[in-house]
């Protein structure tokens, strides 16, 4: 892959759970995961249950071309902790590999450390061994909103304070924002940036306002590609009002001012059929043109 090319996947697309009633598959049952490629880096953000197809995917990524790693490298960043996006994580096939190394690159939420919540959740009585008896190599680093991550063509990253001056011959940088507007510890909007200047934000999770939150419009700024929250339709959102999830207008409104150049909804109800999607994603372009509706197995390049 060319080292200036940045490459996302949609792996998962599904909030809150996977739908049950056998009849959304178009759009794919999985909850929320995204991989970006910028030449030989993986950054994943989320682990719900895409992450799961996500693995399959890199074993056998990483078997074709092992004889030159040593080590096999994931990125790893969460938006937060809520359940629909850490549910596929004790799943993760790179979990069980010797020579997998994950680097965990998050925000603090609700004075959890991203190491305590993941030490919890994989292991007893929640799951039959503990995240430290797995193969795997985990390495945590915390970032925060004054913090750039710039990452380089050997894999290596550094993480630098947002005053500070870049380093020379990053490939990639990934960038964070705090967003208040999600129960309880708010969730974590991500930009990732390549060194060509191809820019995509994830905001998942957010209640959007009226007239567009206008902290995300200025971080999502001429984006080539804004992943956002849509999970409710308008009547719904007068019965889940608070609930810390946006409508499509609210995406659309975000994506407008930001001037963006593609918005994909993303974040489903698991009680939204095909027909449903499909109906929301032609209200939308009414609004925003170039308006999508997230499916698995989506692949954007830039
Ligand atoms: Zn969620
Ligand atoms: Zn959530």
């Given at each position: 892959m060319d080292k200036q090319q940045m490459k996302v996947k949609v792996y998962g697309a599904r909030g809150s759970y996977s739908p049950v009633n056998g009849e959304a598959t178009q759009f794919g049952v999985n909850t929320t995961c995204f991989r970006i490629d910028v030449g030989e880096t993986i950054l994943i953000f989320d682990a719900g249950s895409g992450i799961i197809p996500l693995g399959q995917d890199l074993?056998?990524?990483?078997?074709?071309?092992?004889?030159?790693?040593?080590?096999?490298?994931?990125h790893l960043f969460f938006t937060h902790m809520h359940?629909?996006?850490?549910?596929?994580?004790?799943?993760?096939?790179m979990l069980y590999?010797?020579?997998?190394?994950?680097?965990?690159?998050s925000p603090r939420i609700l004075d959890y450390d991203l190491k305590d919540v993941l030490d919890m959740f994989v292991h007893p009585p929640f799951f039959p061994v503990?995240?430290?008896?797995?193969?795997?190599?985990?390495?945590?680093?915390?970032?925060?909103?004054?913090?750039?991550?710039?990452?380089?063509?050997?894999?290596?990253?550094?993480?630098?304070?947002?005053?500070?001056?870049?380093?020379?011959?990053?490939?990639?940088?990934?960038?964070?924002?705090?967003?208040?507007?999600?129960?309880?510890?708010g969730s974590f909007f991500y930009k990732i940036t390549s060194a060509a200047g191809r820019k995509v934000v994830i905001a998942s999770d957010?209640?959007?306002?009226?007239?567009?939150?206008?902290?995300?419009?200025?971080?999502?700024?001429?984006?080539?590609?804004l992943l956002h929250d849509a999970q409710y339709t308008f009547e719904e959102y007068q019965k889940f009002q608070g609930f810390g999830h946006s409508t499509y207008h609210m995406a659309c409104e975000v994506a407008k001012q930001a001037r963006v150049k593609k918005l994909l909804l993303i974040h489903?109800?698991?009680?939204?059929?095909?027909?449903t999607l499909k109906q929301i994603e032609k209200a939308a372009q009414e609004i925003f043109p170039e308006t999508y509706v997230a499916s698995e197995s989506m692949e954007f390049t830039f």
């Open positions: 074993v056998k990524e990483f078997f074709a071309k092992d004889a030159t790693l040593d080590n096999w490298v994931t359940i629909d996006h850490l549910i596929g994580f004790p799943y993760f096939a590999l010797p020579k997998s190394v994950i680097n965990f690159i503990s995240l430290h008896d797995l193969p795997v190599t985990t390495n945590f680093y915390h970032m925060a909103e004054k913090y750039v991550v710039y990452f380089f063509e050997d894999n290596t990253f550094e993480i630098k304070q947002a005053t500070e001056p870049a380093p020379e011959k990053w490939i990639a940088r990934v960038q964070s924002i705090r967003n208040f507007m999600h129960p309880k510890g957010t209640e959007g306002f009226l007239g567009g939150d206008q902290r995300l419009v200025k971080f999502a700024e001429e984006a080539d590609l489903h109800d698991p009680s939204h059929s095909d027909e």
